[in-house]
């Protein structure tokens, strides 16, 4: 909240330098926080797999990656007041502590195309789906080259590392 001349407040959305991404942007895009802010090895994996897919005739965009910490937490009071209560509000977002993308661990990935070619070759770039509703969110589990991605969580709420004070 920001004060006004006249001393009321006036919430502000926080742009892109807090890694808002108001059109989705590539993996290439270094112009973009969202993007330049992800962990090296996260988007390393998630470029060659972008260039792969891209043989194949699908595009990969980033719809979310990198956030801050007062993004983070803008989405979910926006998430609270959307679903009703800080429990059912976890099924979809985390708290700025916990979140894979405040730490720059996760990048939500579309389209539908690039989804559905990332279930089926992500694992062989180490980028693993971890949870079953949210289709479009990947994190890089490098183990995953050899051993095939972990099993999902149904939601981030089932997520051990989502309990305040987890360590990431």
């Not at 949210?134 to 183990?143: A, D, F, G, S, V």
Request: proline share 10%; charged share 25%; glycine share 10%.
């Amino acid at each position: 909240m920001t004060p006004t001349a006249a001393g009321t407040a006036v919430r502000h959305a926080l742009g892109e330098a807090h890694g808002a991404v108001p059109v989705p942007v590539t993996v290439f895009d270094d112009g973009s926080p969202a993007v330049a802010n992800l962990d090296p090895g996260l988007l390393d994996a998630l470029r060659r797999a972008a260039t792969d897919a891209a043989a194949d005739g699908v595009e990969f965009v980033v719809n979310g990656g990198w956030r801050s910490p007062e993004y983070q937490e803008q989405l979910l009071r926006r998430a609270i007041s959307k679903y009703g209560s800080e429990k059912e509000a976890a099924r979809w977002v985390a708290t700025p502590d916990t979140s894979a993308h405040v730490s720059g661990d996760a990048v939500d990935i579309g389209p539908p195309a690039a989804r559905a070619w990332l279930s089926e070759h992500g694992a062989g770039y180490g980028l693993c789906q971890i949870y079953r509703n949210e289709p479009w969110h990947y994190e890089l589990r490098p183990e995953a080259v050899e051993s095939g991605c972990p099993p999902m969580y149904a939601d981030p709420s089932q997520d051990p590392r989502m309990r305040r004070g987890s360590p990431r």
